[in-house]
């Protein structure tokens, strides 16, 4: 896997429960435990190669009949051999059980977020969202590939290496242990110890730095226009220059740590010579055997010798994985089909919109937006909201959505709760938010996210109901026009209004539109509110706006205001 230094990031906020991230690993077990069988194999290999080999040179020396030596000529041949195949096996084994796990958990990952949309994960910072979808979903099977397969093959060929040499020279075998409890045991806890807090502050800098590049690039033109370009590239540049000194701090506790482990690993080496040489003279140890003594040690040092790196990258990834975690918790129940005959996710009933005592706060804020809020809206009813700016009305919406759990009380579609619907909710709700986004593609494939198969005729009618065809007609390549990254071609009404198409064009019973007229003059205004009418004939409509006159028409209007809901005209009865 190729590493991403520099784009990982960790939680922001200390004293937060650590998270066991071998969890996210589970998906992938089976296959992991194969890779980290065969990786031991291959290192092992390696070993038995540098045995047999030492045993071959020293034997071959005394100028013994040359069928003594076949047997380990072959074992070097089997062992050379077999070291690049088992470790390509390996590579393929462990890459296939990683990027496996990369797919399923990414997939999660977007859902989530996704699923956080308008209301869970708001507050959080673009970049840090970035950081969190890319690099550290990255690092969750580095955990894999980097810290827990060297570790266990490490494991393995030592304590076989050992036993190895236990049954040549005992004294060396407890050299050979001492010498790799320093460098695969004290060198990675002594850097995970250090290295802890350095890659702690390194993550916060990186998630800080993938943030204030996002909002450079994204605000841009706001920063040019304003002249505040070069005091926010200052800042970047100090976020950079914070990450680079604790990139620093982490990079020397790892140093430090691959040079005890060096050290550790020089014991077993130089102590087999010390005790090996006597043991010869003595007679306690075959002269032949005396280069293996020395030399299965050098072998085993390759498998140790990258664990103080791994235990930097355990921290690292336990860091990931943990900001990681905290985006699967906004994960919802996958669908569940409509219930009804048609399961097959077409509505069958119009739903209509309960809202009962609900008190309504955002995730961390110190009070509710709006209390005791009670809202019925009878299926097919065309309703209203009114109300002043920051009333509260896109909190209500979000409340119908879903995507906002009232603290108390409850809130209904169709008699379902709409924060348990999962990607059901698409299917009986269509929102056209305040700042909606036209991707970059053309005007039909925009119009084509709601509904998928429509036809153009009816991408059309669509159009027309927001009063955007002939400007759509207009375009160089007509439907097939491709929109700017924000839609640029587009201005910004005529780009609310192709979001409100797209909400049309959704099959849902449902319809919320949040603030679908602000952007138009009032003629405009009402001319559209009266056409989303018509084309929201049988389906429930709730039309948000701080605009009252916009609201001409309409069965009910209702005004959010002071913390609560009241009815403007006479309520809807249920
Ligand atoms: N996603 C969010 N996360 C946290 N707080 C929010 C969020 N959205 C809105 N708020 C808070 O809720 C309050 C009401 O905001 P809301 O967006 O509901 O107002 P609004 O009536 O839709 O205003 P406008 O007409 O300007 O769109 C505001 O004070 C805002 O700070
Ligand atoms: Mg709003």
């Not at 007679?283 to 140790?304: M, N, S």
Request: aromatic share 2%; net charge positive.
């Amino acid at each position: 896997m190729r590493r991403r230094r520099g784009r990982r990031a960790a939680p922001r906020d200390r004293g937060e429960r650590p998270v066991s991230p071998s969890a996210l690993l589970r998906p992938a077990a089976r296959r992991l435990a194969i890779a980290a069988a065969v990786g031991s194999l291959a290192l092992g290999c390696g070993v038995a190669l540098m045995a047999c080999s030492a045993w071959l040179i020293s034997r071959a020396a005394q100028h013994p009949p040359v069928l003594v030596l076949s047997v380990a000529v072959v074992g070097v041949r089997a062992f050379g051999l077999g070291r690049p195949v088992l470790r390509y096996l390996e590579r393929l084994l462990a890459h296939d059980a990683a990027l496996r796990l990369l797919a399923g958990l990414r997939v999660r990952v977007f859902r989530a977020v996704d699923a956080g949309g308008a209301g869970g994960l708001a507050g959080r910072r673009r970049g840090d969202l970035l950081a969190r979808l890319v690099a550290d979903v990255d690092a969750v099977p580095d955990l894999a590939l980097r810290v827990l397969l060297p570790a266990v093959a490490a494991a393995a060929v030592s304590l076989g290496s050992a036993a190895l040499l236990a049954a040549v020279l005992p004294a060396a075998a407890l050299l050979l242990l001492a010498g790799l409890g320093v460098a695969g045991v004290a060198a990675p806890a002594l850097t995970a110890a250090t290295a802890r807090r350095a890659e702690r502050s390194a993550a916060t800098a990186r998630a800080d730095v993938a943030a204030a590049a996002a909002e450079l690039v994204g605000a841009a033109p706001d920063l040019l226009v304003l002249g505040a370009g070069p005091a926010r590239l200052d800042h970047l540049d100090r976020l950079e220059a914070r990450l680079a000194a604790a990139e620093r701090r982490s990079a020397r506790w790892a140093g430090a740590g691959t040079a005890l482990s060096q050290l550790g690993l020089a014991v077993p080496v130089a102590g087999g010579l010390l005790v090996g040489v006597p043991a010869v003279r003595t007679g306690a140890l075959d002269p032949v055997l005396l280069a293996l003594v020395v030399l299965v040690p050098l072998a085993v040092a390759e498998a140790v010798a990258g664990l103080p790196a791994a235990a930097v990258a355990l921290q690292r990834a336990r860091a990931a994985a943990a900001r990681v975690q905290e985006v699967l918790a906004q994960e919802r129940p996958a669908a569940r089909p409509l219930a009804g005959p048609d399961a097959s996710g077409a509505p069958t009933g119009v739903p209509d919109l309960l809202v009962e005592g609900a008190t309504l706060r955002w995730p961390g804020a110190a009070a509710p937006v709006l209390r005791d809020v009670d809202l019925v809206v009878p299926a097919g009813a065309h309703v209203g909201v009114v109300g002043a700016s920051g009333a509260g009305k896109s909190t209500l919406v979000a409340a119908l959505l879903g995507a906002l759990v009232p603290e108390r009380g409850r809130v209904r579609v169709g008699g379902e709760d709409p924060a348990a619907l999962g990607d059901a909710v698409a299917s009986r709700l269509a929102w056209c938010g305040q700042d909606a986004h036209v991707f970059h593609t053309s005007v039909r494939e925009n119009l084509r996210l709601a509904a998928p198969g429509a036809a153009d005729a009816d991408l059309e009618a669509a159009l027309r109901a927001v009063r955007l065809l002939d400007r759509v007609r207009t375009l160089p390549a007509g439907l097939g026009t491709v929109l700017g990254e924000e839609g640029a071609t587009l201005s910004g009404g005529e780009r609310q209004r192709l979001a409100l198409a797209r909400a049309l064009l959704s099959g849902a019973p449902v319809l919320l539109l949040d603030e679908p007229t602000a952007h138009l003059d009032v003629a405009l205004a009402r001319e559209l509110t009266a056409s989303l009418r018509e084309a929201a004939r049988g389906r429930t409509l709730v039309v948000v706006t701080h605009r009252a006159e916009a609201l001409q028409g309409l069965d009910a209007v209702v005004r959010v205001d002071a913390g609560t809901v009241t009815p403007l005209t006479a309520p809807l009865a249920a």
